[in-house]
């Protein structure tokens, strides 16, 4: 029933390792965002897109990179993992539109060793 | 850039008690932000709580409200009695347009409220 899902919701990867969070949405929006949450931080913004096939850089897009296959998915990728990128990914869609809710999935929990 | 400050980063009340999470914002970029309060229960995604859209409006939802005040540039979230069923991470935001395609949101740190039974 759950609209916006992500996968795995708990990973553990290697310092330099390739890492690929995956999320879906049954929404049928347009939009979707990838966030990180830190403690002592908001939620800040990786990468979103508009639709299949775009993705633009958010805030702090530096080593993320993000695709948009589909309508319903959209991955952020860590081609090369550092202890840095530790932290809780947030995926999110909304339909366009200047005034549109951005629905949420669970979260993700990424630990870098 | 656009910002927004919660000072507080965890809130303890007894329950029937009332609440109150401060919330200031700073929007150079844009005149007017929409206005939002999102809520994440444990295990849960964010979810929205209120919005406004309007400076001067007021927005409620499950007992909470929230008042776009323009002048203090403040959105403050309060509640007249708390149940222990509030327990959880409140997030502040305000939405910059990127035109008709949608907005960003730019959030506040979040404010874990824990309710005493």
């Known amino acids: 029933e759950a609209a916006v899902t992500q996968s795995p919701r708990n990973k553990v990867a290697v310092t330099g390792g390739k890492v690929t969070l995956s999320c879906n949405q049954t929404n049928n929006h347009n939009n979707m965002y990838w966030y990180r949450q830190d403690t002592g931080h908001g939620l800040r913004l990786i990468h979103y897109s508009y639709g299949a096939g775009s993705t633009e850089k958010g805030d702090i897009p530096d080593g993320y990179k993000a695709s948009r296959p589909s309508q319903e998915n959209f991955s952020l990728i860590l081609e090369l993992a550092t202890p840095s990128q530790t932290s809780v990914y947030f995926c999110?869609?909304?339909?366009?539109?200047?005034?549109?809710?951005?629905?949420f999935g669970p979260g993700t929990r990424l630990t870098v060793l | 850039g656009d910002s927004v400050t919660q000072t507080e980063g965890q809130v303890t009340v007894s329950e029937s008690k009332s609440l109150i999470i401060n919330c200031t914002y700073s929007?150079?970029?844009?005149?007017?932000?929409?206005l939002f309060w999102y809520v994440r229960y444990p295990g849960e995604g964010l979810q929205l709580l209120l919005k406004?859209?309007?400076?001067?409006q007021k927005g409620s939802s499950r007992g909470f409200e929230a008042t776009y005040n323009k002048e203090a540039t403040s959105f403050h979230l309060q509640k007249a009695s708390v149940q222990e069923s509030d327990s959880a991470v409140y997030y502040c935001a305000l939405s910059e347009n990127y035109g008709s395609s949608g907005n960003k949101l730019i959030f506040g740190i979040g404010t874990l409220l824990s309710v005493k039974p």
């Open positions: 999110a869609s909304a339909s366009t539109g200047k005034y549109a809710e951005q629905f």
């Open positions: 929007a150079t970029s844009i005149g007017y932000p929409n």
């Open positions: 406004v859209i309007t400076a001067g």
